[in-house]
Nanobody, 121 residues
Framework: QVQLVESGGGLVQPGGSLRLSCAASGSDFSINAMSWYRQVPGKERELVAT???????NYADSVKGRFSISRDNAKNTVYVQMNSLKTEDTAVYYCKVVASRVNPFKVLNVWGQGTQVTVSS
């Protein structure tokens, strides 16, 4: 199976920066798309950014120009650099990874435990 460990959340003032990390571990599986989601109480979880194994990136409109997603394939780790943070970025941030293996064929959607990001003065 595949396990994810997230780190990097915390409290930051508006306009500040944070960097989240998510490391995937597990044997027999290849790591495909890696994504960051966020969720606030009472709202649905929303996609923040995705990066495929080939490096194709997509961002939510609300974070374009402020957040930057990247990955280190050798370490099976995905990062999101969050700059110019706003109070409305406050949420629990979750990493999600799509992992697959060929024989026998199996695809997993694995979620991290979540890390709190609070933007407040």
């Amino acid at each position: 199976q595949v396990q994810l460990v997230e780190s990097g959340g915390g409290l930051v003032q508006p306009g500040g920066s944070l960097r989240l990390s998510c490391a995937a571990s597990g044997s027999d599986f290849s790591i495909n798309a890696m994504s960051w989601y966020r969720q606030v109480p009472g709202k649905e979880r929303e996609l923040v950014a995705t990066i495929t194994s080939g490096g194709i990136i997509n961002y939510a409109d609300s974070v374009k120009g402020r957040f930057s997603i990247s990955r280190d394939n050798a370490k099976n780790t995905v990062y999101v650099q969050m700059n110019s943070l706003k109070t409305e970025d406050t949420a629990v941030y979750y990493c999600k990874v799509v992992a697959s293996r060929v024989n026998p064929f199996k695809v997993l959607n694995v979620w991290g435990q979540g890390t709190q990001v609070t933007v407040s003065s």
